[in-house]
């Protein structure tokens, strides 16, 4: 696990499962507009969950890219999770924009329902093609130009599915947080 705190508020990067991060008030899903059972993450954090999640996301789809809205955890060891939508990389149009509004937004639903501890996967990098490197990032550079705005949020943990994954981030991390 890599750790930095800036600003009182710890920033974690760790290789893991985002569906089972005991310890934290939220994790956020990278979701589907729809908000439902979907592959990658949103499937992990449904199958988590259970039915009962997509009973509640129902009345809140559909999502445009780099909007956040938060629904309880469910099964999840989590109080709460904040769905948000990346862009399609190389469709959504600016994808490092609408990127950034996903993290931005998610800690800003975060504040207004005073989560302390939000897990974030890397968003976009999947099925909906953001190169990772770049996606990275813009997560921390968002987050970094955010921090000062945190009050409630104490802790941000990147839980990454992967080597590869923990290894482009450690190295990004590194270079904005030095």
Known sequence: MTEKTINNVKIELMRGDIASQDGLDAVVNAANA???????????????????????TRSL???????????????????????????????DKPEDKLLADCYKNALQVAEENNIESIGFPAISTGAFGYPMEDAATVAF??????????????????????????????????????
């Open 34 to 56: 729809q908000l439902k059972m979907g592959g990658g993450v949103a499937g992990a954090i449904h199958s988590g969950a259970g039915p009962s999640l997509e009973d509640e």
């Open 141 to 178: 550079q968002t987050i970094k130009n955010n921090i000062t705005d945190l009050k409630t949020v104490k802790k941000i943990r990147f839980i990454l599915y992967g080597e590869r994954a923990m290894d482009v981030h450690s190295k990004v991390f590194e270079n904005i947080f030095s």
């Open 61 to 91: 789809a559909p999502i445009s890219p780099g909007e956040a809205v938060i629904t309880g955890g469910h099964n999840l060891p989590n109080d709460h999770i904040i769905h948000v939508l990346g862009p399609v990389y190389g469709q």
